[in-house]
């Protein structure tokens, strides 16, 4: 049986892409305002989404626009619960006037790094999840995903397209070299070597077996567009293979 996988993009943050990224993708991380975005721009993804039939998630982050959400921060518990819980609540109303819904949640930036070994904060996410019944996203392995199903909150593995790994699995800093991947051709061949065998090259040259269920690419670069559809051709490919 052929393996088939989703493909999201993160949108509403601001960049010129996201019309033709709606074109391409299954699943919408629509930016909540914390790091990116406004009711404006939440209002825009969810009408395009809706009359594309993209799904719809949750981009929660920290509350931090003046780095756009890519500084850890340290966050009690119940503020960090506080701020996820507003950022979805503001979406859910946004989408309902847009004729869809909120179908679940995908941390943002170094939010998302940190849930992956810090149980305290993914304890938080899982909470607000539990509380609105909604899948969470995160890296398959992840301190998140293994709360989560500990809970009884569906999980969503993710694999990104444009992002290097380290031997653990995890996405390598953004301050290293070689940690975006802006080149289509490259991004496709990592996209279709998950496909063939389940494996991804890690930086040190090791081989790394991964489980996903959705394709991550993000909107935030130049090359947005042309490694999105570069990802489609690759996963439309797979999916009529005999």
């Given amino acids: 049986m052929v393996r088939r996988y989703d493909l999201n993009a993160d949108v509403g943050?601001?960049?010129?892409?996201?019309?033709?990224?709606?074109?391409?993708?299954t699943q919408a991380n629509v930016a909540c305002g914390f790091h990116a975005g406004d009711e404006a721009t939440m209002r825009d993804a969810c009408l395009l989404a809706a009359a594309r039939g993209v799904l719809v998630g949750a981009q929660v982050s920290y509350r931090d626009r003046e780095h756009f959400g890519r500084r850890e921060?340290?966050?009690?518990?119940?503020?960090?619960?506080?701020?996820?819980?507003?950022?979805?609540?503001?979406?859910?109303?946004?989408?309902?006037?847009?004729?869809?819904?909120?179908?679940?949640?995908?941390?943002?930036?170094?939010?998302y790094n940190r849930v992956v070994w810090d149980e305290r904060q993914a304890a938080a996410v899982v909470q607000v999840c539990r509380a609105r019944t909604l899948p969470v996203m995160c890296l398959p392995g992840s301190a998140l995903l293994e709360l989560a199903a500990a809970a009884g909150v569906a999980?969503?593995?993710?694999?990104?397209?444009?992002?290097?790994?380290?031997?653990?699995?995890?996405?390598?800093?953004?301050?290293?070299?070689g940690a975006v991947?802006?080149?289509?051709?490259?991004?496709?061949?990592?996209?279709?070597?998950?496909?063939?065998d389940g494996t991804v090259e890690t930086v040190?040259?090791?081989?790394?077996?991964?489980?996903?269920?959705?394709?991550?690419?993000?909107?935030?670069?130049?090359?947005?567009?042309a490694i999105a559809r570069a990802v489609r051709e690759a996963l439309d490919e797979s999916s009529r293979a005999p």
Avoid: N, W
């Fill in 13 to 25: 943050e601001g960049f010129p892409y996201d019309d033709e990224l709606m074109r391409l993708v």
């Fill in 73 to 111: 921060l340290e966050v009690d518990s119940p503020t960090l619960v506080r701020d996820l819980s507003e950022q979805v609540s503001t979406l859910t109303t946004i989408a309902t006037g847009a004729q869809t819904l909120v179908s679940y949640v995908k941390p943002h930036g170094a939010l």
């Fill in 155 to 177: 999980t969503m593995r993710e694999f990104f397209a444009d992002r290097a790994y380290d031997a653990r699995g995890r996405l390598v800093p953004r301050a290293d070299p």
């Fill in 181 to 196: 991947i802006d080149d289509p051709e490259a991004v496709s061949a990592r996209v279709r070597r998950l496909v063939r």
């Fill in 204 to 225: 040190d040259g090791s081989v790394l077996g991964v489980e996903a269920d959705s394709v991550c690419v993000h909107g935030d670069t130049p090359e947005a567009a």
